[in-house]
């Protein structure tokens, strides 16, 4: 079974601050990890994925992820919060190989402060 | 144009109501989903559907029926509606079985 562990509901940081909000997976197969953005009232976006190739992930709005097999997780993190990135945060994993459902975390609820 | 759309927005009604949703997407795409999210934010998904047969079916109450008429549309009824129905229900779609998924702006149902 997979499953995935978002350290921390609610995350505060001051805008300029670095974000690092934290994703921790179980999985018993190589995985695939995404994070996806929730804003207030929509959807789910995707910010990015990885499938297995570069373990350092680009996404998009300067958020990056990087997947440590070793350590099981898959953190994301930005240098430097914008106002534009206060939102829900979803942590998600799949088994690689043929469809496997996505599993998703419990959101880290990201407030930005001026 | 919205690539995956559903209506209606918001949907209050009472308990032991029957109601649909429905989610259309113009993205040309094999693979559809059905989530529940609840108060808690927790998303769990309840169907899916690739090229119109149904590929997924959690656990989820019978009373929850989907049908996908065609590929781009995959709508879920709900009959006998219960307090705990209360949530955001998402459709999203893929490519195919694998692919990413892109996700509706969500339906808010609240059962009174």
């Known amino acids: 079974a997979q499953s995935v562990t978002q350290l921390g509901s609610h995350v505060s940081v001051s805008e300029g601050a670095l974000v690092l909000l934290r994703c921790n997976y179980s999985?018993?197969?190589?995985?695939?990890l995404f994070w996806y953005v929730q804003y207030p009232n929509q959807g789910l976006q995707l910010l990015l994925k990885y499938t297995s190739a570069a373990t350092l992930v680009k996404g998009i709005n300067g958020f990056e992820a990087e997947f440590k097999k070793s350590e099981t997780s898959f953190h994301l993190t930005k240098p430097s919060a914008h106002m534009s990135d206060a939102a829900e945060y979803f942590c998600a994993v799949k088994n690689s190989g043929g469809y496997q459902k996505v599993t998703f975390g419990i959101g880290t609820k990201l407030q930005v402060i001026p | 144009d919205t690539a995956v759309s559903q209506t209606p927005k918001y949907l209050v009604t009472q308990m032991g109501n029957d109601k649909s949703i429905k989610c259309e997407q113009n993205?040309?795409?094999?693979?559809m989903y059905w989530y529940k999210q609840d108060s808690k934010k927790f998303l769990k998904i309840m169907f899916s559907y690739n090229n119109k047969e149904l590929i997924i079916n959690e656990t989820v109450p019978n009373r929850f029926s989907p049908k996908s008429p065609d590929k781009a549309h995959l709508n879920l009824h709900i009959n006998s509606l219960e307090l705990g129905d209360s949530a955001v229900y998402f459709c999203?779609?893929?490519?195919?079985?694998?692919?990413?998924?892109?996700f509706g702006p969500g339906t808010r149902l609240l059962v009174l």
């Open positions: 999203a779609s893929s490519q195919d079985i694998s692919g990413d998924q892109y």
């Open positions: 999985s018993s197969v190589p995985p695939y």
């Open positions: 993205l040309g795409h094999d693979t």
